[in-house]
C-alpha cells in the first residue's frame, strides 16, 4: 500500500536551531513527487518545497531543504535557523502517478524562543 | 503570484440550510481542488477539476455538490448538511492534474486558499 510516515507527532525546538522534520514513504511507482506544506494555526495550507523521483540534486528553497534519501524512502524536511513564525503543523505529502496526494499524520513543531 | 481566495472565511449553518463555499485563483491554473480537513487531520480529497470537467469524485455524499464554472472559478454548493460535516474546507488549484497516468511533475503542486470554516449545527 502506498503511504507516508511521519514519526514525530510533535517537537520542541530553540529558536535559531536548525530543524529537521521525518518523513518516510512507501510506493512501488518510480514516478512520484514529494511535497511539504506547513499550516499555521489560521488553516491555510502553505507550499513549502517539492522534490521529483527523478531529480538528481535535492531541493532546497530559501532556509527550506529536502534530505532525499531515495534508496531509504525518506525526505526529511530541514529547517535552517528557525523563527518563532515557524511553528505550525507540517504535512509531507507524496503523488505517485497513479493516485492522488497522499498526505502523513502531520508533526507539530514549536519554536521556544 | 500564488493566491487561491476563499469565501466566505467562516460559515454557520443549519441541518436545513442551502449555502454555497467559493474559490477564486488567478494564475491560469488548469486544475482546481476541494479538500475537508478536520482537526488536527490531514486534508481529504473531495473533488477534482481538470480543464472545468469532473476527474475525481472520492465518494463525497450528494448533499455536497461541486461546480466549476470557469478554469478561474470553484464552488461547493451546500444543502442538508450534518454536524460531523462541520470542518475546514480547503480550495486548491495547480498547473496541471495529469490523473492517474504520466510522469508526475512540479506543475502538479497545489496551493491552497485560507480556507472556510464551516459550523453545522
Known amino acids: 500500500a502506498q503511504k507516508i510516515t511521519q514519526t514525530q507527532p510533535g517537537m520542541f525546538v530553540q529558536e535559531k536551531e536548525a530543524v529537521t522534520l521525518d518523513c518516510t514513504y512507501d510506493?512501488?511507482?518510480?514516478?512520484?513527487?514529494l511535497f511539504w506544506y506547513k499550516q499555521p494555526s489560521s488553516g491555510e495550507m502553505i507550499f513549502l518545497i517539492y522534490q521529483g523521483s527523478y531529480d538528481q540534486q535535492n531541493a532546497t528553497e530559501g532556509r527550506y531543504s529536502l534530505n532525499f534519501q531515495k534508496a531509504r524512502k525518506s525526505a526529511n524536511l530541514v529547517i535552517s535557523a528557525s523563527q518563532l513564525g515557524d511553528s505550525a503543523m507540517y504535512f509531507c505529502?507524496?503523488?505517485?502517478?497513479?493516485?492522488?496526494?497522499?498526505w502523513g499524520a502531520g508533526t507539530k513543531l514549536i519554536i521556544k524562543p | 503570484d500564488t493566491e487561491v481566495t476563499q469565501t466566505p472565511k467562516h460559515l454557520v449553518m443549519g441541518m436545513t440550510n442551502k449555502k454555497s463555499l467559493k474559490c477564486e485563483q488567478h494564475?491560469?491554473?488548469?486544475?482546481m481542488y476541494w479538500y475537508k480537513q478536520k482537526a488536527k487531520k490531514p486534508p481529504e480529497l473531495m473533488f477534482v477539476y481538470s480543464y472545468e470537467k469532473l476527474s475525481i469524485n472520492e465518494s463525497v455524499p450528494s448533499r455536497f455538490s461541486p461546480e466549476c464554472p470557469n478554469s478561474s472559478l470553484l464552488n461547493l454548493h451546500l444543502h442538508a448538511l450534518q454536524p460531523e460535516d462541520s470542518a475546514l474546507y480547503l480550495c486548491a488549484s495547480s498547473q496541471e492534474f495529469s490523473g492517474t497516468s504520466g510522469r508526475v511533475r512540479q506543475e502538479e503542486t497545489q496551493y491552497f486558499g485560507p480556507g472556510t470554516r464551516l459550523l453545522v449545527l
Open positions: 494564475m491560469g491554473h488548469r486544475a
Open positions: 505529502a507524496m503523488r505517485p502517478s497513479n493516485y492522488q496526494l497522499i
Open positions: 510506493t512501488s511507482d518510480p514516478s512520484y513527487g
